[in-house]
């Protein structure tokens, strides 16, 4: 079995620190990184992240990864009253990337979300594909939900998100795109009573690649 391990520390001007804790590698195509991430400057920033990508065969991948942050306490500084470190917030995720599975070319993703932070717990599911029409017209429909506890108040918030974006490729460096997009939410405010709003947007630009 091939086995990599490897330490990397970097220190950038803002006294912030990323070290790469190890980075593992194993025959058949497993990947496992362990970051850390320390700011030393007030106020003190901590971020270790773990994550692992496996492809299933030549044409699915599945990846995931922890994330653990923390924002350290600061002191008083002139009006500025202190502040106490905030506890641990946790991010699980997960992807599922797949091609090939409409039409030659296509690109789906599915990836799910779990936070846990002080002050609330929003869990998202997303859903996103693009399908290559013909070579200068591919679409990327996508949709997305969110479901949001407040540890605060006791409520909770629910939205959905859904969309269309195409991009049209004249010649080369030009590219047309468009993109429509709708969002329902939903806002518990109290036991009984709850807050809708909906919400929809449309974008038009260029892009040139040089």
């Known amino acids: 079995m091939l086995l990599q391990a490897m330490i990397n520390t970097h220190t950038t001007i803002t006294n912030a620190m990323t070290i790469l804790i190890s980075h593992w590698a194993v025959d058949n195509h497993i990947s496992i990184n362990l970051l850390a991430h320390r700011r030393n400057s007030p106020p003190l920033i901590s971020n270790d992240n773990v994550g692992s990508s496996q492809p299933l065969d030549e044409n699915v991948q599945i990846s995931a990864e922890i994330n653990v942050s923390s924002l350290g306490a600061t002191p008083d500084s002139g009006n500025v009253l202190a502040t106490q470190a905030s506890s641990d917030s946790l991010v699980y995720a997960a992807m599922l990337a797949a091609s090939h599975d409409f039409m030659h070319r296509d ?13 609330a717990k929003p869990n998202s599911l997303f859903l ?83």
Do not use: M
């Not at 290559?132 to 959905?160: A, C, D, M, W």
């Not at 969309?163 to 080369?172: D, F």
């Open 128 to 210: 996103s594909t693009r399908l290559p029409i013909n070579k200068s017209l591919p679409l990327n429909p996508n949709f997305g939900v969110t479901y949001r506890s407040y540890q605060t108040n006791n409520t909770k918030q629910e939205t959905h998100r859904a969309g269309l974006k195409i991009q049209y490729r004249t010649h080369k460096p030009y590219h047309l795109e468009t993109e429509l997009g709708v969002e329902q939410d939903k806002r518990e405010i109290s036991a009984t009573r709850t807050q809708p709003s909906h919400s929809c947007n449309l974008y038009l630009g260029y892009r040139i690649d040089w």
């Open 107 to 119: 690109y789906s993703t599915t990836s799910v979300k779990f936070t846990d932070t002080d002050s």
